[in-house]
C-alpha cells in the first residue's frame, strides 16, 4: 500500500498586525532608546510568530518525512520537489482494482510489491544466491508505480511547496488508459476521462498558476504513443494533447524525439538491487561470465508485416553455424516467469536490438543489465531515447548497422567477428558501468552512495527547470 502524499496548500496570509495600536500601552515617560530597543525586538518576535504559525498550518495535516530525509539545502543542489496528494480515483484507488484492469485477467500479482512484482524463484542457479532476493518478474509498465513509491521517499522531497523547485503529479496515467485499449466497447471518451479530470484538479492548485505548469513533470508508465490519439476512433488516449498537459514534463519508456517536454526513462527491469554492494557484485558476475556465443536474439517474428526485420534476424541467427543463439518468443514463451532471456544474454557477447512494435523495447535494459553489448538498427530505438541514462558516444557500449544494409543482405556475424578483441571488452566495461543508471533500486529511499535511474531521472528534470529560469533560456 502506498503511503498518504503530500496535501497541496499555499502560505496564509500573514495576519493584519496593527503596530500602531500595539504601542498604545507604552508610557510616554519612557526614555527614548528604550522606546526604540522595544519595538525592534517586538518586530522580530512578531515576525518569528507568523513564521511559525504558518508551519504549523502547513504540516499538521501531512505525516512527517522520515528523520533522514532531514537534510541540509547542499545535498540538494539541484532543488527539491512537492508531491501532490491527488485523489486516490487517479493512482491508488486504480491498483486496489487491479483485477480490471486487463480484459484477459487480473494484473494483481503484475503490479504486487510495490510494482515490483512477484519473486523471480525461478532465476535461483542462473544468478548469484545472494543476489536472488533483488530480482522480481516486473512489467514493463510499472514505472508509474515505482516513480511513486520512490518519490515519497525521495532525499529532496520537500513539504513546503513555496519551497519547491518542481511539482509532481502521481498520477497513474497507463495504467488508466491500459484497460480501455483492447475492446471495442469503450468509447475515447472513456479513454480520456481520467486525464481530463486529473489536469482540471491541477489546474486549480495555487502552484500550478505561478508557471503555468513549466514546473511541473510526471510519470507516464506507456509509450507517448498510446498518449497521442489524434483522431476519435483511434488508439490510446489524447493526454498529451490535451489543453493544459503541453507544457508538463513528461517521463516516458519511449519518447517523441521531437518532443522536447517528453524525456525516455529506461523500461524497468528485473532487477532491483537493495545496496550498492548488490550492484557491485552484480557487475563483477556479469564481467566475469564465459560467454560462448557470439551473438543472441531474443524476439517473436510479425508474421503480418512486410519484409518483416524480426524474420531477417532470426533467418541469419538460425544460419550461423552455432555463432548464434536464439529465443523464440512466439506465443507466450517469453512471458514473465522464464530464465530463458536472461541465460541467453548471460552467455553472449552481443544482442540484436531490432525495434520493437514501437521503436524501443525492453529488451534493451535486459540485454545490457546482463553485460552483453546491444546491437542497434534504428537510431530512435536508444540513442535519441535515453541521453541521460546511457553514454554520450554511442560507438563506446554499442554496434550500429543500418537496417538497409541488413536488407540488402549484410552478414550480421561478419561484422561481430571483424571486432578486435580489446574493441569489445572495452565496450562490454562500458555496458557494465553504465548499470545503476538503468536499474530502478529495491528501498524506497534509493541506493546509498550511488545513483539509480529514478536519482538520474529526477535531478535531469530539476536541472532542466532550474536551466528554463535562466534568461535567454530557450527549447
Known amino acids: ?48 510568530t507568523a513564521r511559525n504559525f504558518h508551519t504549523s498550518t502547513v504540516l499538521t495535516t501531512r505525516q512527517p518525512l522520515p528523520e533522514s530525509h532531514a537534510i541540509g539545502d547542499t545535498e540538494c543542489l539541484s532543488g527539491k520537489v512537492f508531491v501532490y496528494d491527488l485523489p486516490k480515483f487517479f493512482n491508488t484507488e486504480l491498483l486496489e482494482n487491479c483485477h480490471e484492469l486487463n480484459p484477459w485477467g487480473s494484473r494483481c500479482d503484475t503490479y504486487s510489491n510495490d510494482g515490483f512484482g512477484r519473486s523471480a524463484t525461478k532465476l535461483a542457479g542462473v544468478i548469484p544466491e545472494s543476489l536472488l532476493g533483488a530480482w522480481f518478474w516486473t512489467d514493463q509498465f510499472a514505472s508509474e508505480i515505482i516513480y511513486h513509491n520512490r518519490m515519497l521517499n525521495y532525499r529532496c522531497r520537500t513539504l513546503d511547496a513555496e519551497a519547491a523547485t518542481a511539482y509532481y503529479i502521481p498520477f497513474y496515467a497507463g495504467l488508466a488508459v491500459g484497460k480501455y485499449l483492447w475492446t471495442e466497447n469503450y468509447t475515447a471518451e472513456d479513454r480520456d476521462r481520467h486525464c481530463h479530470m486529473m489536469l482540471k484538479w491541477v489546474h486549480d492548485q495555487p502552484y500550478w498558476k505561478k508557471s503555468d505548469g513549466w514546473d511541473h513533470f510526471i ?54 538491487p537493495t545496496s550498492a554492494s548488490d550492484v557491485t557484485t552484480w557487475q563483477e558476475f556479469v564481467r566475469t561470465r564465459t560467454r560462448a556465443t557470439l551473438f543472441c536474439f531474443a524476439g517473436a517474428t510479425r508474421g503480418l508485416i512486410k519484409n518483416d526485420f524480426r524474420g531477417l534476424l532470426l533467418n541469419q ?68 531515447q535515453y541521453e541521460w541514462f546511457l553514454p554520450g558516444q554511442p560507438e563506446s557500449y554499442s554496434v550500429f548497422i543500418d537496417k538497409k544494409e541488413v536488407l540488402n543482405g549484410k552478414s550480421i556475424k561478419e561484422v561481430l567477428e571483424k571486432l578486435k578483441e580489446d574493441e569489445v571488452r572495452k565496450m562490454r566495461e562500458k555496458v557494465i558501468e553504465y548499470i545503476p543508471r538503468i536499474v530502478y533500486a529495491k528501498p524506497h529511499e534509493g541506493l546509498e552512495g550511488m545513483k539509480d535511474a529514478f536519482d538520474v531521472a529526477v535531478e535531469g528534470v530539476l536541472n532542466r527547470i532550474k536551466d528554463q529560469e535562466q534568461e535567454g533560456f530557450k527549447w
Not at 512466439?330 to 520493437?356: A, H, M, V, W, Y
Request: charged content about 20%.
Open 1 to 48: 500500500m502506498l503511503p498518504l502524499s503530500d496535501t497541496p496548500s499555499y502560505k496564509p496570509p500573514k495576519p493584519e498586525l496593527d503596530r500602531k495600536n500595539s504601542f498604545t500601552t507604552l508610557k510616554p515617560h519612557l526614555p527614548r532608546t528604550w522606546l526604540i530597543f522595544f519595538v525592534f525586538f517586538l518586530q522580530i518576535l512578531l515576525l518569528l
Open 219 to 272: 510519470t507516464m508508465g506507456r509509450i507517448t504513443w498510446d498518449f497521442r490519439r489524434s483522431k476519435e476512433e483511434g488508439w490510446g488516449s489524447r493526454c498529451i494533447y490535451l489543453p493544459g498537459m503541453r507544457n508538463i514534463t513528461r517521463l516516458l519508456i519511449e519518447r517523441n524525439s521531437w518532443d522536447y517536454f517528453d524525456v525516455g526513462v529506461p523500461y524497468p527491469t528485473g532487477f532491483h
Open 317 to 384: 541467427c538460425y544460419n550461423s553455424s552455432g555463432s548464434c543463439r536464439v529465443v523464440d518468443c512466439g506465443g507466450s514463451k517469453c512471458s514473465n516467469g522464464t530464465s530463458l532471456i536472461l541465460e541467453s544474454f548471460l552467455g553472449s557477447d552481443f544482442c540484436l536490438q531490432p525495434r520493437g512494435d514501437s521503436f524501443t523495447r525492453r529488451s534493451i535494459f535486459d540485454c545490457m543489465i546482463a553485460g552483453s553489448i546491444p546491437v542497434f538498427f534504428w537510431n530512435r530505438t536508444a540513442y535519441s
